[in-house]
């Protein structure tokens, strides 16, 4: 589905999904165009997007199913675990307002 995406749309959707949500490490924050999670996951939510699908459920079941290489590889963690849910509550509302663009 990512090939049926305009270069346009997707680098628009992955900044602001970038600059809206982050992971929580130890209260250290790490804004997902920084981690290079941005892209992955909105070529991941904008079908959800696009067949207005979109609720707090399906991203969170997109963000698990997302995994994270810690510890250099030695273990992965579903992007979900590490996304505060305020965080994800803001991203939804991003993703509203961006839906709300096209």
Not at 2 to 27: C, F, M, R, W
């Amino acid at each position: 589905m990512a090939n049926s995406i305009p270069a346009q749309t997707l680098e628009a959707l992955a900044a602001d999904i970038g600059q809206a949500a982050y992971i929580d490490v130890a209260k250290w924050h790490l804004y997902l165009n920084d981690a290079k999670l941005h892209t992955t996951v909105a070529e991941q939510v904008y079908p959800l997007l696009v067949d207005d699908e979109l609720t707090s459920d399906s991203l969170a079941r997109l963000l698990a199913a997302i995994p994270v290489a810690i510890g250099g590889g030695q273990r992965t963690v579903p992007l979900v675990e590490l996304v505060p849910e305020r965080c994800q509550r803001d991203l939804m509302n991003a993703l509203e307002d961006f839906k709300d663009q096209l």
